[in-house]
């Protein structure tokens, strides 16, 4: 498969107070009829694969501060107490840190914090473990994002970005179908009465773009892993979830390299 190669300029890292203010604010989840936690019912397979990956990515390792970012209620946080002495949930949406009062209790050394992943209030250098899952594909441009992990990341922190994959599988034979290329900047996968100004984006991106931005913000891909291979209405139904998660735990460094999933985990450092 054929990728194009026109360079892209990332935003410089610098932080642009005007741009910043002039941004949507990313509470997008504060909807009361949407219950982000009962979206997880359905999504067993998903949510155990993305831990799968994790485990993979930090295996003998352990941490004083890890910040999940954007992570909603704490789905992931309660997980990454095997990897961490303190963990802190950042989200954006007030209703989401409302279910995580209930959802993460009796987990009290577990922070709940109101902030935006474009604006993390933490010190330079003071965070060693961060993960930002299912958080890209409402950020269309990530720079100003990555330049905010790169500040507070220490200098032998570790981060975990997941990137929603537009080169999966699937879109790669549905353009070869059509011989067109597969695109190199972000794709809004919303539906047509979705596409509004006051809908917050959803897209899926280029990994080989986002390895670039991530570069041009002083971070660097150290590994990375193909998420969440099997996902498909139709699997779920024929094979029990075991069977299932046997084979993403197989299948998600072989495929790595070819993109070949919806998701893919980047396990960044800062570079050296």
């Known amino acids: 498969m054929s990728h194009t190669t026109t360079p892209i300029t990332p935003t410089p890292i610098t932080k642009n107070p005007v741009a910043k203010a002039a941004k949507k604010k990313a509470d997008q989840y504060n909807d009361p009829t949407h219950n982000y936690l009962r979206y997880w019912d359905e999504r067993k397979y998903e949510h155990a694969a993305e831990e799968i990956a994790i485990t993979k990515l930090l295996r003998g390792k352990h941490f004083k501060n890890a910040v999940d970012i954007g992570g909603g209620y704490g789905r992931l946080c309660l997980f990454l107490e095997k990897y961490a002495d303190k963990v802190t949930l950042a989200e954006p949406s007030q209703q989401q840190l409302d279910i995580a009062k209930d959802f993460l209790k009796g987990h009290s050394e577990i922070d709940q914090k109101l902030m935006q ?93 986002v390895i670039r931005h991530l570069e041009h913000a002083g971070l660097q891909v150290e590994a990375t892993l193909s998420v969440s291979n099997l996902r498909s209405t139709r699997l779920k139904k024929a094979l029990p979830q075991s069977v299932m998660l046997g084979i993403e735990r197989a299948l998600q460094k072989p495929l790595a390299s070819l993109y070949f999933g919806p998701s893919i985990f980047f396990l960044v450092r800062k570079s050296r």
Do not use: C, W
């Open 117 to 209: 992943a474009d604006d993390l209030e933490f010190k330079d250098g003071t965070i060693d473990l961060l993960t930002m899952i299912r958080v890209m594909h409402h950020l269309p441009d990530p720079s100003t994002e990555f330049n905010e992990i790169s500040r507070v990341l220490s200098q032998d922190g570790y981060a975990i970005i997941e990137v929603a994959n537009y080169l999966h599988m699937r879109n790669r034979l549905k353009h070869l179908s059509r011989r067109e290329k597969m695109p190199v900047k972000p794709v809004d996968i919303r539906s047509a009465k979705n596409k509004r100004d006051e809908e917050i984006a959803f897209v899926n991106h280029n990994p080989h773009t």
